[in-house]
């Protein structure tokens, strides 16, 4: 028999065949990426961040009691022994298993409180709650409540984090209770299917990548078929059979430019826990910008990097980056000429963050947010198309299709993603060798970003 934890419960319950690959196949599990395991980071985080709501508890998991079994004694132990607070409290018999994100007895009753890096509840998370009380009770221990808790992103930081702030608490055991007389059965068909010796045909769907990825998805495609998986990348567009180029359209949009032009592009981080003032958790903060500048049509005629003006910024993460990110850009943006970016909901929004929590640069912020323009529309209207985009307009497919002595393959950084990862990873490194790479890599990065549209733009 299978010991079924939480997280095995609801693999199983989204796709039987999953939990089965995760038992006997789990080599066969994708790689984890860079983005994924931050997101594994920011869950660990919150839920020390979590905590707090409870102080002076005592961990029940960790240290010297990291086998199950021993969690489990030491839980029992601890609540024998008139603890009061209790994180990671481990329950289970053999054949479920789980571990309460925090326990609390007052006033001589235990309430549980199941912690999420989520900013709201999806069904999922009810259905994790509703796992964690049928095995907390059927251990024995009487819950008057259970709570999910979940970070609420209209917090915004002034000093130092007020947890009480920071978090969301929500009774569910209402939703819950109900859903407990079905736990039972799906635990009894779980185990025959394990037992059962052979992997279940299951075909793949929606469900393997709703509400959120499989992490067996690379294994189905390459040994089954499959029902088509809906496409969810924002920038895609329908194939177009052949190479498209509609040159009325893209005179008009350069006709619209003004010179200077400006091409502009930021990169943020949004870390779940403010980190600086007047931020909310999962606010995008900007914390590099590059910007290449074209005075005048001569210039842009001859074609010469060289005389192509570049200005950057990057921030060091002792401060926040934003006040002398924006100081910085609106001292060199000018007061006249189209600013030129790729997306420009991303930037817009990010300016638009910045005026509301630092009023004080407000009116040139929207001065500058007048003359944005947008240079993926031509290519998400397909007026330039080729078929070496692959159906996408982002500046990444776009770029190698126009450009062929340009790319990003040879850097360090290749996307924004991992551009925020190394600059967060600024904040705990202390070798001045490694931060001093780090920096070179997010310049040429962003840099690349912006001379990308440089010559995207001579294409047209
Ligand atoms: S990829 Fe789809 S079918 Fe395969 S195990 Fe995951 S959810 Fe199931």
């Not at 839980?75 to 925090?102: H, P, R, S, W």
């Not at 999806?122 to 009487?142: E, R």
């Not at 950084?413 to 931060?435: C, H, M």
Request: with cysteine; net charge negative; aromatic share 10%.
């Amino acid at each position: 028999m299978k010991t079924i934890s939480k997280s095995s419960f609801i693999r199983g319950t989204k796709c039987p065949k999953s939990l089965w690959l995760h038992f006997f196949q789990p080599e066969e599990r994708d790689e984890i990426s860079e983005g994924q395991q931050n997101i594994f980071d920011t869950g660990h985080d919150v839920g020390t961040w979590a905590q707090k709501l409870f102080p002076g508890g005592i961990d029940a998991s960790r240290g010297e009691h990291e086998k199950v079994s021993e969690a489990i004694e030491y839980t029992q132990e601890l609540i024998k022994n008139g603890q009061t607070v209790i994180y990671e409290a481990a329950f289970g018999d053999g054949e479920t298993l789980c571990y309460m994100d925090i326990l609390v007895k007052e006033n001589g009753e235990w309430r549980a409180y199941e912690v999420k890096a989520s900013t709201g509840i999806k069904d999922y998370h009810k259905m994790d709650a509703a796992f964690q009380y049928y095995v907390i009770t059927q251990s024995g221990l009487a819950l008057a409540d259970i709570f999910l808790v979940h970070i609420n992103n209209q917090y915004v930081r002034h000093g130092e984090i007020d947890v009480q702030q920071l978090f969301t608490i929500v009774p569910v055991t209402d939703t819950i209770l109900p859903m407990q007389d079905s736990i039972p059965d799906q635990l009894i068909s779980l185990q025959e299917m394990l037992d059962a010796g052979i992997v279940p045909n299951i075909e793949m769907g929606y469900r393997c990548t709703h509400p959120y990825n499989c992490d067996f998805i690379d294994f189905c495609t390459t040994h089954h078929t499959f029902d088509p998986i809906p496409d969810t990348h924002t920038s895609s567009i329908e194939h177009p059979a052949s190479s498209i180029r509609n040159q009325d359209e893209l005179n008009k949009f350069k006709d619209e430019l003004n010179y200077p032009l400006y091409f502009m592009d930021f990169e943020t981080i949004f870390p779940a826990i403010p980190l600086h003032d007047e931020s909310r958790p999962y606010q995008q903060i900007p914390f590099q910008y590059s910007l290449h500048i074209i005075k005048n049509s001569e210039v842009a005629k001859r074609r010469n990097s060289e005389i192509i003006q570049h200005h950057y910024f990057l921030g060091s993460p002792s401060a926040d980056p934003r006040p002398a990110f924006i100081e910085s850009l609106l001292r060199h943006v000018g007061s006249s000429g189209s600013i030129i970016v790729w997306n420009k909901t991303f930037e817009m929004s990010r300016l638009r963050e910045i005026a509301r929590d630092f009023p004080v640069y407000q009116d040139r912020i929207e001065e500058l947010l007048e003359r944005v323009v947008d240079l993926m529309v031509p290519f998400r209207k397909k007026h330039l198309y080729t078929a070496e985009m692959n159906g996408s307009y982002s500046l990444k497919a776009v770029l190698p299709a126009l450009v062929s002595d340009l790319s990003y393959s040879d850097l360090e950084i290749q996307e924004g993603g991992s551009a925020s990862l190394t600059y967060e990873s600024l904040y705990f490194d202390n070798d001045p060798e490694s931060v001093a790479k780090k920096r070179e890599d997010l310049l040429k990065y962003c840099e690349l970003d912006t001379l990308s549209m440089v010559r995207i733009l001579e294409r047209l």
